[in-house]
């Protein structure tokens, strides 16, 4: 049995959730706090001019085409893994430009799992964000 540890929240000396760094308290609050930021995050500017991009026929013609050609997951390759790439990552994230958008060589095929990351890393943990 994995011993349990006590809340990382300040003041708290309640045991933390198996697995977690929170007690039930306050999981639930944090959890809380990450639907809110993505919720919020999905209603920029930047992402709606995006999800404008990604609904456009020549995006998904072009996806299609360019997981056909890159059928494997960089990020996983570079640690000796093999996996399908599912996503179209934009190396350098296009914030709603077009050009930098449909631009191929700022594309590479990524994991659902490393793209996940990858986009999460970018949208909640950039410097200044």
Known sequence: MTPRKVCVSPGCCDLAVPGAAHCDFHLDRVKAAQAERKAKAKLGAIAV?????YSTERWRRERRLFLD??????????????EVATDVDHITPHRGDRKLFFDRSNWQGLCHRCHSRKTAREVFHAKGG
């Not at 001019?49 to 991009?53: K, P, S």
């Open 49 to 53: 001019a995006g999800a404008a991009l």
């Open 69 to 82: 050609r890159h059928p494997l997951c960089v990020d996983c390759a570079e640690l000796g893994a093999v």
